[in-house]
């Protein structure tokens, strides 16, 4: 069955730097896409962008070029968001999502990772 | 991108039928069929509920149905239940390999 395991939560000071892991596995990791989605605390969805499985090449929304970092390992089907220059509004649940075709619906979910930037 | 407008709240009682709205705009919701619906009870993983507007993944009960009329889509829940309570949220493609969500509705079931 289709699995998405994420690192556990973090807490961290304002500048440092995160990257939280999304292990894929019941699937071939290299034909779907690789979305991260952001919920701040009672709030709501917000999608950060997607990666490219097959290719590495990585897409971000509005508002999370530049400290936002998608990467891949395929030899372990996972993948990385880090978060770097970290700031206190970038406390939030991120979750991976696989995407379908690449990016039309996110068809399984990661549980979550809790991340906190308080100093 | 801005995120789509949906109603922060709506209502029934257990048996009812409501309809949560998800307006966007020509680049998003009315330019593309590709609009999913996602639920998520509180403390839980989002659950996708419909996808390409109006399908239903395996196992979402028929109870489910959405639809879409120019730059608004629409979910539908008839036959309410006590587990339907949850927030639910539209999303939907926005051109260029990009996509939108809307802010969320909380569905109460009196």
């Known amino acids: 069955q289709v699995q998405l395991v994420q690192s556990g939560s973090e807490l961290k000071k304002p500048g440092a730097s995160v990257k939280v892991s999304c292990k894929a596995s019941?699937?071939?990791?290299?034909?779907?896409?690789m979305n991260w989605v952001r919920q701040a605390p009672g709030q709501g969805l917000e999608w950060i962008g997607w990666?490219?499985?097959?290719?590495?090449?990585?897409t971000y929304a509005q508002g999370f070029t530049g400290r936002f970092v998608f990467s891949l390992d395929t030899s372990v089907s996972t993948a990385y968001l880090q978060i770097n220059s970290l700031k206190a509004e970038d406390t939030a649940v991120y979750y991976c999502?696989?995407?379908?075709?690449?990016?039309?619906?996110?068809?399984?979910w990661g549980q979550g990772t809790l991340v906190t930037v308080s100093s | 991108q801005s995120a789509l407008t949906q109603p922060r709240s709506v209502s029934g009682s257990p048996g009812q039928s409501v309809t949560i709205s998800c307006t966007g705009t020509?680049?998003?919701?009315?330019?593309?069929?590709?609009v999913s619906w996602y639920q998520q009870h509180p403390g839980k993983v989002p659950k996708l509920m419909i996808y390409?507007?109006?399908k239903r993944p395996s196992g979402v009960p028929d109870r489910f149905s959405g639809s879409k009329s120019g730059n608004t889509a629409s979910l539908t829940i008839s036959g309410l239940q006590a587990e339907d309570e949850a927030d639910y949220y539209c999303?939907?493609?926005?051109?260029?390999?990009?996509?939108?969500f809307g802010g969320g509705t909380k569905l109460t079931v009196l």
């Open positions: 999303c939907s493609y926005a051109g260029t390999y990009n996509v939108v």
């Open positions: 019941g699937y071939s990791f290299t034909t779907y896409a």
């Open positions: 390409d507007v109006s």
């Open positions: 999502a696989r995407g379908f075709s690449p990016i039309m619906y996110f068809d399984y």
């Open positions: 990666i490219n499985t097959n290719t590495g090449s990585p």
């Open positions: 020509s680049s998003d919701v009315g330019g593309y069929n590709y």
